[in-house]
């Protein structure tokens, strides 16, 4: 067949045919290119990013809620400060909380989920017991939060040591995920900012 051809015809056969294989695995690449990026976003979406969210939750128990105990009590912070502040935690926890849930979930996150979830019950009731505290209050009012000074620890530490636990389940699963990716050990190495 290809004797029947002209010269002409031959040579533009030879340049078409190259061309047809790089255009075809110029494709194939794209493909695999796009289901790469797609298994990092997911693992973006669903690992590292609740990573992010535990850490804030970590961060609004300790920060926004003990400190200003801690700082009310002490006399450095207002009861209305202290009051809208731990509002606004409660409020950042529970939203980012139903975020963190609404993920995909190793056996070992879900059960540290509900574990978490009884232990966020016995802390709320014990922060309900100081809002109702501060609500009363009225400016610098040192030394009337002694008996949550301190003792909100009992309640808060449990769920801290818990989120703590998922934290570590995350980052397994988003190290069992593509262990040999860069582009998931650079989101790794981003999260460990938050330990």
Do not use: H
Request: aromatic content about 6%; glycine content about 6%.
């Amino acid at each position: 067949m290809l004797n029947q051809l002209s010269v002409g015809r031959k040579l533009a056969l030879m340049m078409v045919m190259p061309v047809i294989g790089l255009l075809a695995t110029f494709f194939i690449a794209e493909t695999e290119l796009k289901a790469s990026n797609d298994g990092v976003a997911t693992i973006y979406d669903d690992r590292v990013v609740p990573l992010k969210n535990l850490y804030l939750i970590s961060t609004d128990y300790a920060v926004l809620i003990i400190d200003a105990v801690n700082k009310t009590n002490a006399g450095l912070m207002s009861a209305e400060e202290a009051y809208r502040g731990i509002q606004e935690a409660q409020s950042r926890i529970d939203k980012t909380w139903k975020v963190y849930t609404a993920t995909d979930m190793t056996e070992k996150e879900a059960q540290l989920v509900k574990e978490a979830q009884v232990l966020f019950l016995q802390a709320n009731q014990s922060i309900d017991a100081l809002q109702d505290k501060l609500s009363g209050m009225k400016g610098t009012q040192k030394g009337l939060l002694d008996q949550f000074d301190g003792t909100l620890y009992s309640t808060i530490d449990p769920i801290s040591d818990k989120i703590a636990r998922n934290y570590s389940a995350a980052r397994s699963k988003i190290s069992g995920s593509c262990p040999q990716n860069n582009r998931v050990k650079a989101l790794l190495a981003d999260t460990d900012c938050l330990r």
